[in-house]
């Protein structure tokens, strides 16, 4: 019987924060994507490396275009990152870096069960995923969709720290992680599909407010007159809206991943967009509007995670539940008690 040789894998040695921060800023990829693990890893230590790196890269990030890509499933998300992304290389990204890099990330709202569906398929964005100015890293598999979206957001602090100027953040186009990517772009765009005559049903509302501009995607061969008609429509649709806080009205175009039609009218409305935001102050006031929205967000996640940790609270807990199911205790009391049971325990 032969034996295979044992294959043991070289522990890898644990890196020190001037050594992950170092790397981070040197651009290194192997080390950005060490960093990103850590930052996702549920492990208290390596929460507590990972606020520090992010911490010591915050100065060097923020220079680069956010751009959220949003659609239905089937809309093309990812054959249009692919061109789209490569366009923007080729051209040189949107802020005049003088060599573009891209970083595309992602937010899955079912990526804790799927373990990353979006971008996890190794066959979605081949030539970027080969381009060395690219980096694409798939949605963190985190238990809630807070705790992806947050972890998102760190991750753009690092990629951005790394030298990476044109960030995409995808996600699918069912419920609220609309609202998340939304909430760390500079620019939301929204595609869509030119339907059958049915171009104004089925759009959430919520999410055609949200949208910086709408894309009509698959505007090729037969579906091209399709595409113009369907934009159209979407323009007189759009008139009914408030307008934006960008101060900038909502580009309604169509293009094609396939063919590349369209693309580079795109590419050249957001990098008048970013020109017209910045020298406008609305681009520093949306960051800054996110900033203050991620303040808040941490700052309850951080206490409920807290709370329900509180050993105080542990022990109550699942009794005031039976009473509260009971109808014995009214929920605002039950929620109150544990509170005040909280507090104490914590000024012991
Ligand atoms: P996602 O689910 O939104 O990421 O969509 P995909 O990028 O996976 O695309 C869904 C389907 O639409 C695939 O079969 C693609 O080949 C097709 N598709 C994507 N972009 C285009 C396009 O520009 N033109 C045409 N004709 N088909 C496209």
Not at 183 to 192: G, P
């Amino acid at each position: 019987m032969s034996h295979a040789p044992d294959f043991q894998p070289k522990p890898r040695r644990r890196l020190t924060l001037e050594e992950y921060v170092d790397g981070v800023l040197a651009g290194d990829r192997v080390t950005l994507s060490r960093a990103i693990t850590l930052l996702e890893s549920a492990r208290a230590d390596h929460q507590e490396l990972a606020q520090e790196i992010i911490s010591r890269c915050l100065p060097s990030a923020g220079r680069s275009f956010r751009l959220g890509v949003t659609g239905v499933p089937g809309v093309g998300k990812s054959t249009f990152i692919e061109a789209f992304g490569k366009l923007a290389l080729e051209r040189g990204g949107f802020t005049g870096a003088p060599a573009s890099r891209l970083a595309v990330l992602a937010i899955d709202p079912s990526s804790a069960r799927t373990h990353g569906s979006i971008l996890g398929d190794k066959t979605r964005m081949v030539e970027l995923s080969r381009d060395e100015r690219a980096f694409i890293r798939p949605s963190p598999a985190v238990d809630s969709l807070g705790g992806v979206a947050r972890k998102t957001r760190e991750t753009i602090i690092l990629c951005e720290a790394a030298g990476y100027d044109t960030i995409f953040i995808e996600t699918v186009g069912v419920g609220q992680s609309e609202t998340a990517v939304h909430s760390m772009s500079d620019f939301f765009l929204l595609l869509m599909l030119s339907g059958a005559g049915d171009e104004l049903q089925g759009i959430k509302r919520g999410i055609m407010e949200m949208a910086d501009g709408l894309a009509i995607t698959k505007a090729d061969g037969d579906n091209a007159a399709r595409a113009r008609s369907a934009a159209i429509e979407y323009r007189t649709a759009l008139h009914l809206f408030p307008p934006a806080a960008s101060g900038q009205s909502v580009n309604v175009l169509t293009c094609s991943a396939q063919s590349g039609a369209g693309l580079e009218d795109l590419r050249a409305s957001l990098a008048e967009f970013y020109q017209a935001t910045r020298a406008n102050g609305s681009f520093a006031r949306r960051r800054e509007e996110q900033a203050r929205f991620w303040f808040y967000e941490s700052l309850q996640d951080q206490l409920k995670r807290d709370f329900f940790a509180d050993s105080a609270v542990q022990l109550r807990l699942a009794e005031l539940e039976k009473s509260v199911r009971a109808g014995a205790v009214s929920p605002f009391q039950a929620a109150h008690q544990l509170i005040e049971l909280y507090s104490r325990s914590k000024t012991k």
